[in-house]
Structure formats: C-alpha cells, structure tokens
C-alpha cells in the first residue's frame, strides 16, 4: 500500500475546503493499472488540485482488502469521501465517465 | 446426521469424482462429480440450487475433510447461515474451524460507473485468496450469473468467465457454478457453453397441488450417468436423491423363510412361510382382511424379536390396536416393548417423495426387519399413477437392498380386475397373496389363495379365510359340482358329508352281520351234510358186509352139497372155468 498525498491547499471550486479521499485497486503493474492511475492523477489535478488524496491498493499483496470495499473488477476506483462511496471500474480513459463518476459533473452536463 | 455415503461403482471409472456426500447424488453419478472440474447446477428460482452447493460444501467439509470456498453472489455470510441453520448446517462452526469460508460478493449496478477497460481479476484474487487461506479443494459459486446485471460490458464478462473456468480448472478444485434456468435454454446468460463435464439440471413442478422436485444429470462427459428424472427432496437432513430404481440390481438373496403368523398360510407357502427380505404384496377389496393379516405377520414379526415398522395411512394406531384386539391380538405388548412401530400419515400430508423420505427416515432409525404399508393404494391419492408405482419400485428396491421383508396391501376397487395391483408393481413382487369375496347363497365370505410365490412351491389352492376369535383361519373350501362352497354351504355340506358317513359304517355294520350270519348257516349245512354221509357211510358198510356175508354162506352151501351128492371130487361143481380143464 502506498499513498501518494497531493494536497496544494488551493480551494479551487468550494469555499469550504473538503478533502477527496480516493482509492484504487489494482492487481500488480499491469498495463492497465498504470493506465489507470496515470488517467487519474491527470484528472484529480486538473479537477481537484490540492484536495485529494490517492490510496493505491495492490490486491496482489493485499487480498484481503478486496473483501471490504467488495472489489471484483480490476482497476477500481473507489471514492471514500466525500460520501456516499462511488465505485468506478475501468481504466479511467473516458475523462466524460470518470467525472460523471466522482459526481464532480452531472450526468446531464 | 446419518447420511449413507454410496461407495462408486468398481467397475473402472474413467474420471477421477469428488464424492459429493450427498444422498444419492452420488449413485446416480456413479462416484459423485468430476474432480477438480466444474460442474454447473441451473434450475428456476428456488429450485435448491444454492442448498445443493452449500450441502456439497458441508459434506465435504465434515465427511471427507474437504475444505471449501463459497461464493455467494446472493445472500450474505450471515443470511446464508441462517437460511441453512434449520438443515442442521452450522456454518459459522465450520468457518471458525477453518473448513469452510464464504465470502459475500456484491456488485451494485448502481454505484458504479464503468470506464475504459478493465477485466475481473479483483474477483479471481479473492477467490484464490479464499482457496489458499483454507486449502480449499471445493468451491461453490453461487449465482454467477448476477455479475451480468452488476456489470454491462458484455464482452469482457464473458471472455472473464471463460477465463474463470479455465482457472478453477487449472486450481484443480472441483467446483459447483449454479445459475438461473433461462427461457428455452439451461441458463439464463448461456453458461453452459462455458462450463461443459458436468449440467445437473434442478426442477419444481406442481402437480395436483403437490410439489415434487427433480434432478436430471443433463450431461456429464467422460461417465456414464442415469438419464432419467430423478426425484429429490430437501427437509431437515439436507438434499436426498432418490434414484427411482439403484442402478445396479444386486440384492442379496436370503434362504431363509419367516413365518406370515398364520400357520396355514405358511403350510400353503411350502410350509415355512416367506423368505426374509422379499415383497410381499397382500391384495383384495375393501373388508377382506388385508389387514388384520399384516397384524398377523407384525405379531409373527414381533414374537420371533424383531422389529416391525408398520406404515398405516387409513388408521390411527389407538384404532389398529383395538380393532385387532377384536380378532383376539393384541399387538400393545410389542408397542410398550418397542419392537412394533406405528407410523401413521394421511396419504395427502405430503408429496410421494415426503412419504418415501420419511419411510426412509425412519427405516434408518428403527432399523426394522419388516415394514408394512398398508395401504400402498394410499399414495395414488397423492400422486399420478405412474409417480406412485415409480415410488413404489423405489420403496421395494430400497427394502430390498437391506434385507428388510416388505409387506404391501392393496386395496383393489371393486370392479377391477383382482389380478392387478392398483399402483401395478406385480412385476416386483416375489409373494402376492390374493383375498377375494366370494358371495354365495346370500352370504360373503372370504377367499385366500396364493397367485404367485417366487422360489418355493407352493399350494394351488383357495383357502377360506376365516377372521375368528383366536385370529385368523384357513379352512380348506369344499370344492362340489357347484362350484366352491364357503360359510354355511360349507358347513351344511360337511354336515352332510358326516351324515352320509355315518349311514355308510351302518351299511358295513350290517353286511358284516349278514356274512357272520350266513356263513353260520353254511356252515350248519356243512356239518347236517356230513352227519347224513356218516349215516349213509354206515349202513352202506352194513350192506357190504351183509352181501360178503351171503356169498361166504352160498359157496359153504355148495361145497356142502357137493360133499353130499359124493360125486367125483372135482367134478362138476367147480368153477365152470375149472370144470372144462
């Protein structure tokens, strides 16, 4: 496990500062696990700069851990906070889906 | 729990199976499921498809020491172990001694989103995490299926499942994948493409307002299986299939003959009664005695010390007692001692296979070496004709695989052909013995005779069947120019039969006196004729006598005369053959 804290401290879009607490799975460096965390650091700095924070779980060293957050497809994102958790499967390469995802845009936007 | 694990065939297996432990499963399998393969269980909504995979895993667990892995897609841990606690499945024990793991598997359609690409390796991770923690050898999925409401890409959860197969596979675990039956096809999503050694196919009709369930072994490569629909049941000791007729027909065969408790109905069977272990079936309309003569045999049954279950679907048991009370035995005795036990049911309570569960239960409890199910008609009334006499068969096979000597009645409507048992198993029967009515003079009376008796000769005869104080009676009918004569045409035909016998041994009495007589009177002639030749005898000798007497005196006188004429010496008085010398 490792976590890669990025925090700016710039409240970009809110006046109250809130801290996203993501989470992705992922089962060894496979190619669409690093797809997937490249996508993502992309999109959290380009939404959610200095807000954020990503948790990477390797389910190859962890198995264990997949039970909680009731993990089947790899890579998962998962949104911890702010609630209700929000899963996102996939290796986040539509930005569209991904943001609809993290209800950081409406789907009707 | 007592469950008897069916040992695999000898013959060579082709396929190395996993005994599933589950009651006849394995027998219709021939040895249970493919080892280290999967095997797919589909079937309709409640059906007993996840009840099958978590008895596999318990069975497995307890009886084999067999770890295993359940994947529940459905129900959590904790429902899933209070949906089986009423089996007697304690699955949080088996958790905590390792034996077992179930890991709950959700995928809310709703909280995800899906992105891009991604494959299901989160699913094989946990699986193989679970195998590993408790070195499972069995694994059930329990519905896979759901992932393809969870998940809307297609494509990848097909080729992910391909892929799942082909590791559980490579795991070498065997493994049960249930899934919904579809419109048209064994499931709902087209599994079976993917899973192809073993289908077991789980059904639940209503027929006539009762539910029976049913296995069928669609298809299962590399061994042979039995193709028919077989009925299952689930009750308090799990999942229990009864195979409608064993596969194999090796009975052993006992030489020795128990008595039927009437002595001359055992003299009609060549004079030792029936053998052990073999069906009986007892037949006839409605007050024949069908009855009364299964009481006989419990009795028989009883006295020599052993155990008899009595099945009664018509009365209750304070009813049998008294009625039997009434024919002079009283079976009370042998209730208190524990060796006559009452099962009493209305045929309707339960499905067939309720009934044959049960009988089957208790068989296994009261370990008897005679059942009687009186009547066996009873279970037309709870199924269709052709279930019955299925059930029927597998009843008799069953009994007959134990040893246990079956006594059935049949109560045959009146207008049927007798010779034809109602729920038709004549054909497994090895003694059938036939009471009928025969009505004449105004009067019904009872005939037993003895249609067919497999192994033993035995008496060609109509009996009549007498149910008198002491129990019941065979007298031997009268057979007259009438035809056969029963009740009082008997008796007033016996009545003159003696009377006849005793004017005959008159009539001898007397000509025995007539030949006394007459040889008296022969024999008087006899002796007034002998007294008459005496007489004769004696004067004839007198007239002998007296002539020899008259020659002497008249040759004396010649000579005399001869002397005095004083001629010459001898002349001319000789004899004239003397004179002419």
Known sequence: MKKEPHRNGHAVQNAEPKLWQLRLYIAGKTPKSVTAFENLKRICEEHLAGEYEIEVVDLIENPRLAQDDQI????????????????IIGDLSDTERTLVGLQLRSSTK | MTKTVMKPKSAPVSLPKCTTGIQGLDEITGGGLPKGRP????????????????????RGA????????FLAF??????LAQNVRSLGFDLEDLIEKKKLAVDYIHVERSEIEETGEYDL????????????????????LDTLETLFSGLSNDSILRSELRRLFRWLKQRGVTAIITAEKGNGSLTRHGLEEYVSDCVLLLDHRVEGQISTRRLRIVKYRGSSHGTNEFPFLIDEGGVSVFPITSLQLQHKASAERISTGVPALDAMLGGQGVYRGSSVLLSGTAGVGKTSLACHAANACCQ??????????????????????SIGLDLEPWVKKGLLRFQVAR???????????????????????????????????????????????RLVDYLKSREITALLTNLNHAGTVLEQSEVEISSLIDTWLLLRDIELNGERNRGLYILKSRGMSHSNQIREFLLTDQGVQLTEVYLGPEGVLTGSARLAQEAKEKATAVERSLEIERKRGELERRQQALEAQIAVLQLQFQTDKEEMERDITCEQAYLEKLEQGRHDMARSRKSDSNGHIVTPKKARK
Not at chain 1, 73 to 85: D, M, Q, Y
Not at chain 2, 40 to 53: D, F, Q, R, S
Not at chain 2, 74 to 79: C, K, L, Q, V, W
Request: with cysteine; glycine share 10%.
């Open chain 2, 347 to 393: 045929p309707t309570m339960n499905g067939l296979e309720m009934h044959l569960a049960s009988i089957h239960k208790q068989v296994e409890a009261f370990q008897p070496q005679l059942v009687i199910v009186d009547p066996i008609t009873s279970f037309v009334s709870s199924g269709t004709g052709p279930e019955a006499s299925s059930m029927m068969m």
């Open chain 2, 74 to 79: 459905e129900e959590t841990a904790e429902e």
């Open chain 2, 121 to 140: 390796e989160g699913l094989f991770i946990r699986l193989g995490h679970a195998i590993d923690s408790i070195g499972a050898k069995r694994v059930v």
């Open chain 2, 62 to 69: 307890v009886l084999f020491d067999e770890p295993g892995v």
């Open chain 2, 304 to 325: 020599r010390g052993e155990r008899c279950l009595y099945i009664a679907f018509e009365e209750s048991e304070a009813q049998l007692l008294r009625n039997m009370r």
């Open chain 1, 72 to 87: 089947v497809a790899i890579p998962t994102l998962v949104r911890k906070l702010p609630e209700p958790i929000r899963k």
């Open chain 2, 39 to 58: 095997t797919l269980v589909c079937g309709g909504a409640g059906c007993g498809k996840t009840l099958l995979g978590i008895e596999f895993l318990v």
